[in-house]
C-alpha cells in the first residue's frame, strides 16, 4: 500500500472536522493508503513532524485552517522532499482553498485528493519562514491572530470582520520603503500585502484575472495612509471593483523578489500566524515549490 501521513488540527474552525475523522481515513484506505494519523498538540506541531517524516511518504494530506497549511508546507520544504500535499480545509477564513475553489465539504475536499493530480504552486518565503498565500502588515492584519480560537469557533468569518472593525480605531501609519528588481517605492501605509492568493484575511479579494499562483510572481498590494474621507471611499470603491491601477492610493503590481525596510517593531503576518518586525527582510518566489493535490479539468 502506498504510505501516507494524516496531520489533523483538532480545533480549527468549529472543530466540524472532527466528526468526520473515522470517515476521511476510511476514504484513503479504501484509496489504497496505509494512514499514519498525527493529530497535532500546538503551536509548531504540524510542522515539526511532517519534517521529520514526509521522506517515508507517498502523500501528506492536513486538515485545518490557513495555519495548519502554513505549517505543513514549511515542514515539506524542510524535509528537502518534493511528496504531494493534500489539503482538507477546515478553518475559519480558509482563503487558499477558497483561492483555489476547493470543495467546502470535509468529505468531498478529502475525495478531490483521491482523485486529483498533484499540480505545481509558489510559495514565498519571507526571511527564514515560509508562507503559502499571504504575508501582510497594517491595519487588519493583527485580526488572525489576535482573536482568541473559541471566539473563531463560534462565529467563524464573521470574527474576522468584527474584528477587523474594531481595529480601525487602532490605525497607524507605517512607514515602508520596498526596494523591487527594478523600481523603488517608499510611502507611509495603512494597509501592504505581498500575495499569491486572491482572498486575504476574507476581507479582501483580488481579481483571479490578476492572479496565477503559479507564475513564479508574487502580488504587491499597498494602501497608501488617506488624507481625508474622500480619499477612503475612493480606495474601497477601487479595491471592491478591481481597479487597483485607477486609485492614487493604491499600488499594485508583481515581482520575483522584493527587499523591505520597516520598523522593526511592526509585526506582520504570515497566512494568519503572527511574526515579528525586521528592519530588513527579503522576500522572494520559489517558483513551483509544491505540488498540491487537485482535480484537473481535461480537454
Known amino acids: 500500500m502506498k504510505k501516507m501521513l494524516f496531520v489533523m488540527n483538532p480545533v480549527s474552525g468549529q472543530k466540524r472536522a472532527n466528526r468526520y475523522f473515522l470517515d476521511i481515513v476510511s476514504l484513503f484506505n479504501r484509496a489504497g493508503?496505509?494512514?499514519?494519523?498525527h493529530v497535532t498538540g500546538?503551536?509548531?506541531d504540524a510542522r515539526q513532524v511532517v519534517a521529520n517524516r514526509a521522506r517515508e511518504m507517498d502523500l501528506v494530506v492536513c486538515c485545518g485552517g490557513d495555519g495548519t497549511l502554513n505549517e505543513t508546507?514549511?515542514?515539506?520544504?524542510?524535509?528537502?522532499?518534493d511528496v504531494p500535499v493534500g489539503y482538507i480545509p477546515a478553518g475559519s477564513t480558509n482563503d487558499f482553498a477558497s483561492s483555489l475553489k476547493l470543495p467546502g465539504s470535509i468529505l468531498q475536499a478529502a475525495q478531490t485528493i483521491i482523485e486529483g493530480e498533484p499540480v505545481p504552486y509558489d510559495v514565498g518565503k519571507f526571511g527564514s519562514r515560509y508562507f503559502s498565500y499571504v504575508a501582510s502588515f497594517g491595519a487588519?492584519?493583527?485580526?488572525s491572530y489576535v482573536t482568541p480560537q473559541n471566539v473563531k469557533n463560534a462565529l467563524g468569518h464573521t470574527a474576522y470582520v468584527l474584528s477587523g472593525i474594531q481595529e480601525l480605531s487602532q490605525i497607524r501609519r507605517e512607514h515602508i520603503r520596498i526596494e523591487v528588481e527594478d523600481y523603488v517605492i517608499e510611502d507611509d501605509f495603512l494597509f501592504g500585502a505581498i500575495c499569491n492568493s486572491t482572498s486575504v484575511g476574507g476581507i479582501l479579494t483580488l481579481d483571479p484575472k490578476q492572479v496565477d499562483m503559479g507564475d513564479g510572481l508574487m502580488e504587491l498590494l499597498l494602501v497608501r495612509m488617506p488624507r481625508n474621507l474622500t480619499e477612503i471611499t475612493e480606495c474601497i470603491q477601487?479595491?471592491?471593483?478591481?481597479r487597483y491601477n485607477d486609485c492614487d492610493m493604491i499600488t499594485f503590481g508583481s515581482a520575483r523578489k522584493m527587499t523591505i525596510y520597516?520598523?522593526?517593531?511592526?509585526p506582520w503576518t504570515l497566512d494568519g500566524e503572527r511574526e515579528e518586525g525586521h528592519?530588513?527582510?527579503t522576500v522572494e518566489n520559489l517558483h513551483h515549490a509544491i505540488r498540491l493535490m487537485q482535480k484537473v479539468e481535461k480537454g
Open 279 to 281: 528592519s530588513e527582510v
Open 73 to 81: 508546507i514549511s515542514g515539506l520544504l524542510q524535509s528537502y522532499t
Open 262 to 266: 520597516a520598523d522593526p517593531d511592526m
Open 33 to 37: 493508503y496505509e494512514v499514519s494519523v
Open 140 to 143: 487588519f492584519t493583527r485580526t
Open 238 to 242: 477601487a479595491v471592491q471593483a478591481g
Open 42 to 44: 500546538g503551536q509548531g
